[in-house]
């Protein structure tokens, strides 16, 4: 069973938590993010050497956010608790209800493959943040895990939301987070006994911070001659959900150029792979696996993978993102790259229409040449690829919930 301790969280105090956390930097234009870095006491305004910063010296902008993170901690604006595991709950607008626990786990873990990991990962942006840990030494975004529920994981939650929480805070998007915090000795030893029956965590969302943060310890270990094993760095900070409380929502992609080939040949030559129907000027979402949704020149249509292409066992042919990327991309458009190319860009979506509209949007704003939507994998879509090794393209599976970053972080030092 892999590990999943308790730990010394960090986390706003009661007068700084509505200013405090913030969703994650890549969710906003540096122009916002300059904004945001003025507001006083926020973890964006933190981390403000690092990402709006005129200095180009890395490692001494990376100091002062040690620095001011310490400031922070001295003036009680940060509080530092004894060691415990965290109840985490989200309540989104329309009702939908994620909780599960926070906590630590084990890059040995995520090495020894009792972590699975279900997508592949750049390696440019993975050893960006392995740095960034290294000097800073400050997790604040937890790694989403997940697992086939458990019932007695269930009720132990359950008891526990009876209590006083000791965070209750709205963010900007109108979703409710409650936080209660773990330190009964009885409670974590219940908690202990029924986690070591979960076989293995899947990673459902924070591919790259696992693997920076495994990278970092390997790094860590390799100058560290008295290295354990149980030193901070060692450790992933991550909220464990079971597949009750996560939706897996379509990725969808758009393409910025048809290769030099008209709207026409590039139809004519998509026939060779796909049985084309068209769907006019109705957004068409992929019905099922398989059946992938195009928008070309203010037109929508269904391409159905030919059946001879599928493959009925868990492979590469079995993932549509993957299909897509082979039959279209490479084969026609000659991207080679998929993974790292500046002519794809992604649009997510919410499981429903709303996403493949959201693509024609984004084409008829004229910068893309053609949008498409792939149906969603499914949780036992996604154990089994990660239980057979396979790994998907970067950015298959637009996962809930998504997580502030800076609510409660975890001090490597």
Not at 205 to 231: F, P, V, Y
Not at 261 to 288: A, C, D, G, M, V
Not at 378 to 398: G, L, Q, R
Request: glycine share 4%.
């Amino acid at each position: 069973m892999p590990i999943f301790k308790p730990f010394r969280g960090i986390r706003p105090s009661d007068d700084y938590v509505d200013r405090f956390p913030t969703h994650p930097i890549d969710n906003f234009s540096q122009e916002e993010i300059a904004k945001k870095a003025e507001e006083d006491s926020s973890y964006i305004q933190m981390i403000k050497p690092y990402v709006v910063s005129k200095s180009k010296d890395l490692d001494r902008n990376l100091r002062k956010i040690r620095t001011n993170f310490e400031e922070l901690l001295e003036e009680k604006k940060l509080v530092q608790d004894s060691s415990a595991y965290y109840l985490y709950e989200q309540i989104y607008p329309n009702k939908s209800v994620f909780r599960g626990l926070l906590g630590l786990t084990s890059v040995e873990d995520f090495w020894n493959g009792k972590i699975k990991r279900h997508e592949s990962t750049i390696p440019q942006k993975k050893e960006k943040l392995a740095y960034y840990l290294e000097k800073v030494n400050l997790q604040a975004e937890p790694v989403l895990l997940t697992y086939p529920a458990n019932s007695k994981v269930e009720l132990l939650m359950s008891h526990e939301e009876k209590n006083v929480p000791i965070l209750n805070y709205e963010d900007s998007k109108g979703i409710k987070h409650k936080i209660w915090r773990i330190d009964n000795r009885l409670k974590m030893q219940q908690l202990k006994e029924v986690l070591d029956n979960v076989e293995a965590f899947y990673i459902a969302d924070g591919h790259h911070r696992i693997g920076s943060t495994a990278l970092n310890a390997k790094h860590q270990k390799e100058k560290n001659k008295k290295h354990t094993g149980t030193e901070p760095y060692n450790f992933v900070f991550s909220f464990i959900v079971s597949n009750q409380s996560i939706k897996i929502h379509d990725y969808n992609r758009v393409v910025r150029d048809l290769n030099g080939l008209s709207p026409q040949k590039f139809l004519k030559s998509l026939e060779k792979s796909f049985n084309i129907h068209e769907k006019n000027e109705t957004p068409y979402y992929p019905s099922q696996k398989f059946h992938i949704s195009m928008y070309l020149e203010g037109k929508f249509y269904s391409l159905h993978v030919k059946h001879e292409l599928r493959s009925a066992t868990v492979s590469m042919n079995h993932i549509d993102h993957h299909l897509l990327d082979s039959l279209v991309f490479n084969d026609i458009l000659n991207i080679e790259d998929t993974d790292s190319s500046d002519r794809i860009d992604y649009v997510k979506g919410n499981s429903s229409v709303e996403g493949i509209k959201k693509i024609k949007e984004v084409v008829d704003s004229g910068k893309f040449a053609a949008g498409f939507g792939i149906f969603p994998v499914s949780f036992n879509e996604m154990i089994k690829i990660s239980d057979n090794k396979i790994s998907m393209p970067p950015k298959c599976t637009y996962i809930e919930p998504k997580l502030v970053t800076a609510l409660v972080m975890y001090d490597m030092k």
